[in-house]
C-alpha cells in the first residue's frame, strides 16, 4: 500500500535531474532589511523610514488548530484555527532626534493601529498591521557593549503581505 512498483526508480532519476545549489548562491544575511511605518492605510510609499531598527522579530502568521475529536474517534483529531495574531515587539536605538521614531513611540502611547512595511535583503518584501500597545526603553544595567534601546510593543492583525521585488536593488540608495 503507497508504494507503487518503479516509484523508488522514477524518485531516483527525479533526484539526479534536479540542480542542487549551494547555500551561498541564495542566502542572505539581513544587513539591508529595511523599515518603514505609517498609520493604518498609509502606502509603502508614503511610509517613513525607522531607520534605527535593531528587531522585528519574526514576521509572518502561524496559525493554531482546534480539537474535533468525536466520541467514535480513538486518537485525537484536529482541524486549523483562525489563529492568534502574533505578539511583536520591535527594537529600535534610541533616537529623540529622529522624527519619524518619534512619531511611532506617540503613536504606541496612543495605542493606534499602524502598517509596517519591511524591505529584506533577499528580494522579499513584507506589509502587516499592528495594532500598538505602549513602548518603553529597554533596562539601563551596564554601560559596557549596549547602547539604549526602545521597545514598542504590538500584536499583528491578520496575515502578512508578501511580495516579491528585485533583490539586486533591495536595501540601496
Known amino acids: 500500500?503507497?508504494?507503487?512498483?518503479?516509484?523508488?526508480?522514477?524518485?531516483?532519476?527525479?533526484?539526479?535531474?534536479?540542480?542542487?545549489?549551494?547555500?551561498?548562491?541564495?542566502?542572505?544575511?539581513?544587513?539591508?532589511?529595511?523599515?518603514?511605518w505609517g498609520m493604518k492605510g498609509t502606502l509603502k510609499a508614503a511610509a517613513k523610514l525607522l531607520q534605527s531598527t535593531m528587531a522585528i522579530g519574526a514576521?509572518?502568521?502561524?496559525?493554531?488548530?482546534?480539537?474535533?475529536?468525536?466520541?467514535?474517534?480513538?486518537d485525537p483529531k484536529y482541524m486549523a484555527d483562525m489563529g492568534e495574531g502574533e505578539d511583536k515587539t520591535?527594537?529600535?536605538?534610541?533616537?529623540?532626534?529622529?522624527?519619524?521614531?518619534?512619531?511611532?513611540?506617540?503613536?504606541?502611547?496612543?495605542?493606534?493601529?499602524?502598517?509596517?512595511?519591511?524591505?529584506?535583503?533577499?528580494?522579499?518584501?513584507?506589509?502587516?498591521?499592528?495594532?500598538?500597545?505602549?513602548?518603553?526603553q529597554q533596562a539601563v544595567d551596564q554601560p559596557d557593549g549596549k547602547v539604549l534601546q526602545d521597545e514598542v510593543y504590538g500584536k499583528q492583525n491578520g496575515g502578512v503581505k508578501w511580495t516579491t521585488t528585485n533583490a539586486a536593488n533591495s536595501g540601496t540608495e
Request: avoid cysteine; hydrophobic fraction near 40%.
Open 90 to 136: 520591535l527594537v529600535f536605538i534610541a533616537d529623540p532626534t529622529d522624527a519619524n521614531q518619534q512619531a511611532l513611540l506617540e503613536a504606541a502611547e496612543a495605542n493606534k493601529t499602524v502598517v509596517f512595511f519591511f524591505d529584506f535583503p533577499n528580494g522579499r518584501s513584507a506589509e502587516m498591521e499592528l495594532v500598538l500597545s505602549g513602548w518603553a
Open 59 to 74: 514576521v509572518g502568521k502561524k496559525g493554531t488548530f482546534m480539537k474535533v475529536t468525536r466520541l467514535i474517534d480513538r
Open 1 to 36: 500500500m503507497g508504494w507503487k512498483a518503479g516509484s523508488q526508480k522514477e524518485r531516483e532519476k527525479k533526484m539526479s535531474e534536479d540542480v542542487i545549489k549551494s547555500p551561498s548562491e541564495y542566502a542572505s544575511i539581513p544587513a539591508g532589511t529595511r523599515t518603514y
